[in-house]
């Protein structure tokens, strides 16, 4: 029973890393890209700090971020799915 106890762990925390780690890597690319529009002239009226603090708001609530969760999700439904059909087939 530990085995198995551990190895969910061991899925759960290798699960966060790749999310940390993709979240991480878009917010920076987005930061780029959002402190390349300021050099372009948009949102000047704004220092770059500013504009970039209000684009990772933004970014913070996008679709793109809350889909990120699927790397939890879609791991787990595949586990289940196959626990189900090794259980009942």
């Given at each position: 029973?530990?085995?198995?106890v551990l190895r969910i762990v061991i899925f759960f925390?290798?699960?966060?890393a790749i999310y940390l780690a993709l979240d991480w890597y878009m917010r920076g690319?987005?930061?780029?890209?959002?402190?390349?529009e300021h050099a372009s002239?948009?949102?000047t009226s704004l220092s770059r700090e500013d504009?970039?603090?209000?684009g990772i708001a933004v970014y913070s609530r996008?679709?793109?971020r809350k889909?990120?969760?699927?790397?939890?999700?879609?791991?787990?439904?595949?586990i289940v799915i196959?626990?189900?059909l090794a259980n009942y087939a």
């Amino acid at each position: 029973m530990f085995l198995v106890v551990l190895r969910i762990v061991i899925f759960f925390a290798v699960l966060t890393a790749i999310y940390l780690a993709l979240d991480w890597y878009m917010r920076g690319q987005r930061i780029r890209e959002l402190e390349a529009e300021h050099a372009s002239g948009e949102g000047t009226s704004l220092s770059r700090e500013d504009y970039v603090a209000k684009g990772i708001a933004v970014y913070s609530r996008s679709w793109q971020r809350k889909a990120l969760l699927g790397i939890f999700a879609a791991p787990i439904i595949v586990i289940v799915i196959i626990a189900a059909l090794a259980n009942y087939a």
